[in-house]
């Protein structure tokens, strides 16, 4: 036995040295250790001793085993290693190579501005809300003072997807909702940003889908001066430090007094110019005081709270604060138009 142990280690030895592969090293792992190996092949030998000579055979076979098994094992673990030595010459990386350019897209500038509009308020304490664009008749129109023969409804052309059901033509219901989901009946300061639908033709300033913002703010004792201030901080966020605005007497049902806001064109400072038809001033969106009846239907007592609210066009805000003459450019989706906001908002308007 012992002889057949030396003999085999030697040959084992000379065809490790040879092995330049882990799978030839693999093969040489079955010859010698697999079931039919040459040395499981040993254990045969065993069987035909007497139970003096097992014992010490025995010992003999199972640390030749063993040092096969490790023997082959380092092998394995040098072969890797040379194997990843290798591979990292041949795989140098080039630190010199020019980059591959990684595209990240943008925030598309109606996002952008609703964004800014909306961390405003927030900051002031306005909960963020939002509602349907498939909206029931009533809250389109009737809970906002609009009854069903009311003139005004004429003002807007819908877009009915069923008898009482449209796509709402304004963000106003959000109003109507927030107030009537408020069961204390309490103070409300809500912001709610969203799509609304007008049979209108699609032109350089009509769409017949635009996004509006619509805020809401019911408390006792809520005046004119309170909208006043709040548009005032608006404005001068979106459009610089030293805008200031104007009110003009208007109608809307659901407010009284009713208004529209306008702000001192950014581009003359009032002065006059083409940008805002030489008047100073541009026009930016609809408020008021809202109106008792508007309240009332919503349960709240008239008596006791009172509320403003406005409602701007997104659109038109940002292409006044980017200087863009078509609203068709919003929907288009090309990449070089919604790649521009980017950089002007990196870069400032130039
Ligand atoms: N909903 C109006 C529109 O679409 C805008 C508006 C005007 C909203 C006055 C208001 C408001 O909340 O008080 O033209």
Redesign the pocket.
Known sequence: MEKEIKQLKKDLEQAIAKVNDVKSLNDLRVHYLGKKGKITGLKEMLKELSVEDKKTAGKLFNDFRQEATDLIEEKEINLKRKALDEQLITEKIDPTLGATEIKTGSIHPLDRTIKEVLDLFVSMGYDVVTGPEIESDEYNFAR?NLPKDHPARD??DSLYVATDYLLR????PT?VRTMEENKAKGPIRMIAPGK?YRKDDDDATHSHQFM?I???VVDENINLGHLKGTLELMVQTLFGKERKIRFRP?Y?P??EP??EVDVSCFRCDGEGCSFCKESGWLEI????M?HPAVLEMSGYDKEKYSG??????VERLAMLKYGINDIRQFYQNHLHFLELFERIDKEGHK
């Open positions: 906002l003002m807007q033509t304004q963000t106003s109003q609304v509006q619509e805020a809401l208007s809307f659901f407010t009713s208004l969106l609809g408020a008021g809202v403003f609210a406005f409602g701007l066009g």
